[in-house]
Every structure is written in structure tokens, then in C-alpha cells.
């Protein structure tokens, strides 16, 4: 059974910064793309982030650019994203999703239950 | 404001058809695949549809998707009230390299 577990959520201020986890299992990990999902409080799905499989490509949201950064270890089962420069805009239940192959990161097939960041002073 | 534009809202009777339309441009839905998802409040989405009309395996045929040019829809027939839920559609964004989401519709079963 695939499984995915976000860990790292909490309350920040504005400027901090925060690394969320998502501990994977019940597949090959190294061999799916990853991405992370946020959702703002009463707002839609946005896609922020995803990592391509063992060769680790990267794409990022223009609105995280710069700022966060997904990481993978496939060694742990686990994908990161580190947030830094956080804004209140930032707020949102993020979720860990798994692509359905290598590359895939708009077929998303299996989510995790959401870790909430809050962003306030 | 989405790039990916859905209707807000759509409703239907419980056994009847609904549909839900996701309209891009070409560096989206004109050259990629469109995927749907279900999201009932206080949970995380589940992909219904993938490659435009492709279920995954648990997916009754009540849902199916469809693709023509820069638009996408999504079918559902049977309607049951354990349908209603907001629908998301998303593909990828050749130009922006990344991926997008329309705004989502709230599907109500009256």
C-alpha cells in the first residue's frame, strides 16, 4: 500500500523558514517523480514544486522561485522542500504527491494527508 | 485568477449527467496531457482522470474525460450524492515549466 507521511508544518513569521518531509513507502521510490501541492485556507489546488526521479531535475511555481527548494533522498524514501523567505501568502495545507512514472508530474496518483504551514507574526 | 478557467459551480439531479469544462491555451492543454481530480472538503484530491480520458484502476466509467484543441471535459453520469465534491483540472505548462491547476468547480447533487 502506497503511503506517503508530510512531517515539518507549523507557525512561522514572516522571513523564517520551515523544511517539510514526506516520508514515502509501498513503492520504488526512486524510480517515480515527486511533487508538492499547496492549498490556501478556502482557496484551489497550486502546484509548487517537483523533482524528477533518480536523475533529481527540478521545476518550481514562479511564486516559489528563488524562494523554496525540493530535494530528494532515495536512500530515506523522502522528498523535502525548504521554504525560506516565507510570506503570509505562503500560508497553505501542503501536500506530498507521487507522478504516475520518472517524469510525471501531472498525473498524480497518490497524495498524502497535508501538513499545515501557518505564516504570521 | 487560474490560467486554466472551470465554471464555479455546477449542479444536477442525483442519476442524471453533468459535465465540467477546463479551458487553456496551447502551451498547456493544446500540447499536454489534462488530468482531473476529486477533492472532497477536508481531504486530499484523488486523481479520477489522467492522459485526457484514462481512469486509474478503482475509477468507475461514470467518469470520463475529453480533450479537443485548448479545452478539456470531464463527464459524469449516474450522479450520487457521494459525488459532490470540487473538481480540479491540470496539465502541464510548456512555457512556464511547470504545472497548473484550474481554479476548481464545486459540484452540488440536489
Known amino acids: 500500500e502506497v503511503q506517503l507521511l508530510e512531517s515539518g508544518g507549523g507557525l512561522v513569521q514572516p522571513g523564517g523558514s520551515l523544511r517539510l518531509s514526506c516520508a514515502a513507502s509501498g513503492f520504488t521510490f526512486s524510480t517515480y517523480a515527486m511533487s508538492w501541492v499547496r492549498q490556501a485556507p478556502g482557496k484551489g489546488l497550486e502546484w509548487v514544486s517537483g523533482?524528477?526521479?533518480?536523475?533529481?531535475?527540478?521545476y518550481y511555481a514562479d511564486s516559489v522561485k528563488g524562494r523554496f527548494t525540493i530535494s530528494r533522498d532515495n536512500s530515506k524514501n523522502t522528498v523535502f522542500l525548504q521554504m525560506n523567505s516565507l510570506r503570509a501568502e505562503d500560508t497553505a495545507v501542503y501536500y506530498c504527491?507521487?507522478?504516475?512514472?520518472?517524469?510525471?508530474?501531472?498525473?498524480?496518483?497518490?497524495w498524502g494527508q497535508g501538513t499545515l504551514v501557518t505564516v504570521s507574526s | 485568477q487560474s490560467v486554466l478557467t472551470q465554471p464555479p459551480s455546477v449542479s444536477a439531479a442525483p442519476g442524471q449527467k453533468v459535465t465540467i469544462s477546463c479551458s487553456g491555451s496551447s502551451s498547456n492543454i493544446g500540447n499536454n496531457y489534462v488530468s482531473w481530480y476529486q477533492q472532497v472538503p477536508g481531504t486530499a484530491p484523488k486523481l479520477l482522470i489522467y492522459?485526457?480520458?484514462k481512469r486509474p484502476s478503482g475509477i468507475p466509467d461514470r467518469f470520463s474525460g475529453s480533450k479537443s484543441g485548448t479545452s478539456a471535459t470531464l463527464g459524469i453520469t449516474g450522479l450520487q450524492t457521494g459525488d459532490e465534491a470540487d473538481y480540479y483540472c491540470?496539465?502541464?505548462?510548456?512555457?512556464?515549466?511547470?504545472?497548473?491547476f484550474g481554479g476548481g468547480t464545486k459540484l452540488t447533487v440536489l
Open positions: 504527491a507521487k507522478g504516475r512514472g520518472p517524469e510525471s508530474f501531472n498525473e498524480l496518483e497518490y
Open positions: 491540470g496539465t502541464w505548462d510548456t512555457s512556464l515549466s511547470a504545472v497548473l
Open positions: 492522459d485526457n480520458n
Open positions: 523533482i524528477k526521479s533518480s536523475v533529481g531535475s527540478t
